[in-house]
């Protein structure tokens, strides 16, 4: 069974248009998160949800909208898709709370999505 | 800023061994984490230091100093394999990863 899942894994698309990306998790932790990496490697924390509550909102356009509808689900929607936001975005989870937590926080990465836009 | 630092690209030979550093800032720190991730993979942990000193786990290790908010990694017994980018994070608050470091092992 995968641990972090995240759909799709590939996804082309035209500037301009909506789409969405999905997570879940079954490691039954109570933080999940949204990571860009660009084309230079750079990891970028975007969003991060502890039990369905928005925890870390990094500054990232309002164009992304992430969703958690219950702690294992983070979804992530992008509006008005930027010829920029082309890059592999990654989900993962935590058991710990990432402000309370002074342990290792080890994150359980999906396999990534990755998103072109044209 | 950038608050972690770590050299973009190291080659080291197979069979050798390969130390790659991390430099924080110390506003905000809890212990340093090692992420390894291969080319088109997802980041792996690898390991966590708390306190100062070395964590061995197999041909793995991994050091932090907090009086001088620095940490390495060292693989040893280096195998064509270990080529991949590492991640150094300071788990405070949320996870922020350094710039990463891009090993090549070569024969």
């Known amino acids: 069974d995968t641990a972090v899942s995240q759909t799709p894994k590939y996804l082309v698309t035209q500037m301009g248009n909506d789409k969405s990306i999905k997570c879940e998790q079954n490691l039954g932790h109570d933080t999940m998160y949204w990571y860009k990496q660009d084309s230079k490697k750079f990891l970028k924390i975007m969003f991060s949800y502890n039990n369905k509550e928005l925890i870390i909102n990094e500054t990232v356009p309002n164009r992304f909208s992430p969703k958690s509808p219950d702690k294992a689900h983070l979804n992530l929607h992008i509006n008005s898709l930027e010829l920029g936001d082309s890059a592999v975005y990654f989900c993962?989870?935590?058991?710990?709370?990432?402000?309370?937590?002074?342990?290792?926080?080890?994150?359980?990465f999906g396999a990534g999505s990755r998103l072109t836009v044209l | 800023g950038q608050s972690l630092e770590q050299p973009s690209e190291v080659t080291a030979v197979e069979g050798a061994i390969v130390q790659m550093n991390c430099t924080y800032q110390t506003s905000g720190f809890y212990g340093l984490s090692w992420y390894q991730q291969h080319d088109g993979g997802a980041p792996t942990f690898l390991s966590y230091?708390?306190?100062?000193g070395l964590e061995e786990t197999g041909r793995f290790s991994s050091f932090l100093s907090r009086s001088d908010s620095y940490g390495y990694l060292l693989l040893q017994e280096l195998q064509m394999k270990d080529s991949a980018s590492y991640f150094c994070?300071?788990?405070?608050?949320?996870?922020?990863f350094g710039t990463g470091t891009k090993l090549q092992v070569i024969p």
């Open positions: 230091n708390a306190l100062d």
């Open positions: 994070d300071r788990g405070y608050q949320k996870v922020t």
């Open positions: 993962a989870s935590s058991q710990d709370h990432p402000r309370l937590g002074s342990g290792a926080n080890v994150l359980t």
